[in-house]
């Protein structure tokens, strides 16, 4: 199978309990307009899902790494929308590594306890509140 219809989601770590989220843009066709969000997009056609969790990351923050880890894969069915399979995948950066805005919003950083009151997918909710 392909991947058409099917994203990363890539959940950053910087430190114990600090998490990267990106305020989605508000757009008409944008699946969860102004919801917190994690790093991640389409599946190039000729990409594997890790290699596109590491091309989003630079894409959207600049921030380069080697490797993720798979976390688990998901079905995403959103309002009107066509459903989208997720993989997840997990990785950890410095403190000191400096985040740029290149989608979306802006980037913060927030704990565990902060996201259960954050406007955010559930099933990315779901995902970081699962991790150790």
């Known amino acids: 199978m392909g991947y058409h219809c099917q994203s ?3 959940v950053v770590q910087k430190s114990l309990n600090q998490y990267l ?9 944008l699946r969860y307009s102004l919801k917190w969000g994690t ?3 389409e599946i190039k056609k000729i990409e ?4 596109s ?23 995403d069915i959103y ?6 399979i997720v993989h997840f995948f997990y990785c950890r950066i410095p403190s000191k590594k400096i985040v740029r805005c290149f ?16 406007k955010i997918p ?6 970081i509140l699962g991790l150790l």
Do not use: D, H
């Not at 594997?48 to 290699?51: A, D, L, S």
């Open 79 to 84: 309002k009107n929308s066509r459903p989208l």
């Open 122 to 127: 559930k099933i990315v909710r779901e995902v």
């Open 48 to 51: 594997k899902p890790e290699v």
């Open 21 to 29: 989220l990106k305020l989605r843009e508000e757009k008409e066709k």
């Open 103 to 118: 989608e979306g919003q802006k980037f913060q950083y927030f704990s565990k306890k902060q996201i259960l009151y954050l």
């Open 53 to 75: 969790a590491i091309r989003e990351l630079k894409e959207e923050t600049g921030i380069k790494i080697n490797k993720c880890e798979f976390i688990s894969r998901k079905y």
């Open 39 to 41: 790093v991640g997009g």
């Open 8 to 10: 990363v989601a890539l």
